[in-house]
């Protein structure tokens, strides 16, 4: 048996009124989750603990059978995994993210966050602004490391845990009450404004239409991680694929394999085809036992807030990864399970991430139920099968 986690990053969603009171998942056609559906089972998952902020960190670890109370310490040491930093115990990693915030000529304090990914900003360019940066800001204390897209990485030596607030969650507000109390970081914030806002490769992008990437905004502290082998966990060997650093860094910390797929970006016109090949490859080709297939768009559309990119994100979920994905896997003979499942709900009337519970859709190639089916919120709830404690969630996928 086979095991097979394909997971849509802030899929799920709330009725809204441009859908006729359904969701996006609801309205998106996918004709493959749908079909699983009516041979599979459908139910709800709560993946925040109850009084944890909703971020892919916590809600990753739950579906990869984790308990965020005891494993989380963070969301950049983590990332700090994948990027191949060696923390210290004193350390503290920060998620640096380099944001868009309005050109004009009031003071940073006033200044309105517009775009938390700066037009989705290549790693290429992000790269460049980052070494900018680091020659002005960098010290013995703070360091800065490049990470991907607009997602990059710095190391406080000696640092605290202190709150911060992430970009994603006040876009179109004013940034001064967000604005961290401590002052080393406040004060590098600030000027990193002035660093790259007249950045020749920001001018260039401004003449494009892009938004700028003119300043930088540190979130997610925490301190090194300490994860189980996912072996250990399950007597699975496992494999990742993922666009994305924090989820590479989990893969790290829990010892399984990453893949890395070429244009595999994060963004809506992500490889991905090549992730799907990619885990069929190590399930039948290299002989893993488990694949988790992770997929950022949605996510990145629910923060946007375009429902219409939304849609095609998901709709792109169904076509081009899990029915290749199904395909190749039931013309191999090969039995398995597949998870499809968000791991935390990014509405797009928030464009943030809430805590509501998620819906989940778990196929076994074994079992061929017949009924009509459909994958999303509203049929999970319906069904009655709730499981509390996202974390065990895996338990339904693995189970003999």
Request: aromatic share 8%; glycine share 8%; charged share 30%.
């Amino acid at each position: 048996m086979k095991y097979i986690v394909v997971l849509g990053d802030g899929m799920a969603d709330r009725p809204m009124e441009e859908l006729n009171g359904k969701t996006p998942l609801e309205a998106a056609n996918t004709p493959v989750m749908d079909d699983m559906a009516g041979k599979g089972i459908v139910g709800l998952a709560h993946t925040i603990p109850e009084g944890m902020s909703p971020g892919s960190d916590t809600a990753n670890l739950a579906v990869l059978g984790y308990n965020p109370r005891l494993y989380y310490t963070g969301r950049s040491p983590l990332e700090a995994l994948s990027i191949g930093v060696d923390m210290k115990e004193t350390d503290v990693a920060l998620r640096c993210n380099i944001v868009t915030v309005s050109d004009d000529d009031l003071p940073y304090e006033e200044k309105t966050i517009l775009d938390h990914s700066s037009s989705e900003i290549s790693t290429e360019d992000a790269a460049v602004l980052i070494e900018a940066v680091r020659k002005e800001l960098e010290s013995d204390i703070y360091k800065f490391y490049v990470g991907t897209s607009y997602r990059h990485l710095t190391i406080w030596d000696d640092g605290s845990v202190v709150p911060l607030t992430p970009p994603h969650d006040i876009l179109g507000k004013v940034i001064g009450e967000y604005l961290p109390k401590e002052e080393a970081l406040y004060e590098m914030m600030k000027k990193s404004y002035d660093i790259l806002n007249n950045h020749p490769l920001n001018v260039a992008r401004a003449e494009k239409g892009l938004n700028k990437a003119n300043s930088l905004w540190f979130w997610g502290a925490g301190t090194k991680p300490c994860l189980t082998s996912f072996y250990e966990k399950t007597g699975k060997k496992g494999v990742m694929i993922s666009a994305v650093d924090l989820l590479k860094g989990i893969a790290v910390g829990a010892e399984m394999k990453v893949i890395e797929v070429e244009g595999a970006d994060g963004t809506l016109h992500t490889n991905y085809e090549g992730k799907a090949q990619a885990a069929v490859d190590a399930l039948l080709k290299d002989d893993y036992d488990f694949a988790y297939i992770h997929v950022e768009a949605p996510d990145e559309m629910g923060h946007q807030g375009s429902l219409e990119r939304k849609l095609k994100a998901i709709e792109f979920l169904d076509e081009r990864v899990i029915k290749v994905v199904k395909e190749q896997m039931d013309a191999s003979g090969v039995e398995y399970r597949m998870l499809v499942t968000p791991d935390h709900p990014t509405p797009i009337e928030i464009r943030t991430h809430s805590s509501d519970p998620i819906p989940f859709l778990l196929y076994d190639s074994t079992r061929q139920r017949r009924r009509i089916g459909f994958y999303n919120e509203k049929e999970a709830m319906m069904s009655g099968i709730v499981v509390e404690d996202g974390y065990e969630m895996i338990e339904k996928l693995l189970e003999d």
